[in-house]
């Protein structure tokens, strides 16, 4: 069973806070940007972008390896799962295609909102799967329905 547009909202939501608390701890645990020097040229981009790759490794990795599911999916136990077969994609693809994805909400508050926009308009179409599942092939399903049936 498909999962419904509001509980993948829900779950964006929250590795949208998620995930940049964890690369904040990593910032201050390593010290990556609390240095003077780090801003003597502007904004450290490539810094904050590795660090946002980190948080996003370290909230979702193992998830995504083990089940196809970032901590707010799992959460909302929702999943995502390969069209064709119904498995978990490869890792690789859900960190090389899907995640790639997830800098557009942060990027939508610094004015690339309608990159955004046009990923999630996708979303409110009856097979509700954003640009980025079409282009990963992916598909996000309900995983209460799937343990209710089996526990039957």
């Given at each position: 069973?498909?999962?419904?547009?509001?509980?993948?909202?829900?779950?964006?939501?929250?590795?949208?806070?998620?995930?940049?608390?964890?690369a904040?701890?990593?910032m201050?645990?390593?010290?990556v940007i609390?240095?003077?020097q780090?801003?003597?040229?502007?904004?450290?981009?490539?810094?904050?972008?590795?660090?946002g790759?980190a948080?996003?490794?370290l909230v979702?990795g193992?998830?995504?390896?083990?089940?196809?599911?970032?901590?707010?999916k799992?959460?909302?136990?929702?999943?995502?799962?390969?069209v064709?077969s119904?498995?978990?994609?490869?890792?690789?693809?859900?960190i090389?295609?899907?995640?790639?994805f997830f800098?557009?909400?942060?990027?939508?508050?610094i004015?690339?909102?309608?990159l955004?926009?046009?990923?999630?308009?996708?979303?409110?179409?009856?097979d509700?799967?954003?640009?980025?599942?079409?282009?990963c092939?992916?598909?996000?399903v309900s995983?209460?329905n799937?343990?209710?049936v089996?526990q039957?």
């Amino acid at each position: 069973m498909l999962a419904s547009f509001w509980r993948r909202l829900l779950a964006t939501a929250v590795d949208f806070l998620v995930v940049p608390l964890a690369a904040m701890l990593v910032m201050l645990v390593t010290g990556v940007i609390e240095d003077a020097q780090a801003w003597v040229d502007g904004f450290p981009w490539i810094r904050v972008f590795l660090l946002g790759v980190a948080g996003y490794l370290l909230v979702n990795g193992v998830l995504l390896w083990r089940s196809g599911q970032t901590f707010g999916k799992w959460l909302l136990k929702i999943q995502v799962v390969d069209v064709q077969s119904g498995a978990t994609p490869p890792f690789w693809k859900l960190i090389a295609i899907r995640a790639v994805f997830f800098p557009l909400l942060h990027g939508s508050f610094i004015g690339y909102w309608y990159l955004l926009l046009v990923d999630v308009v996708f979303a409110l179409r009856n097979d509700r799967r954003c640009l980025h599942d079409h282009i990963c092939s992916t598909k996000v399903v309900s995983i209460i329905n799937a343990e209710t049936v089996e526990q039957s």
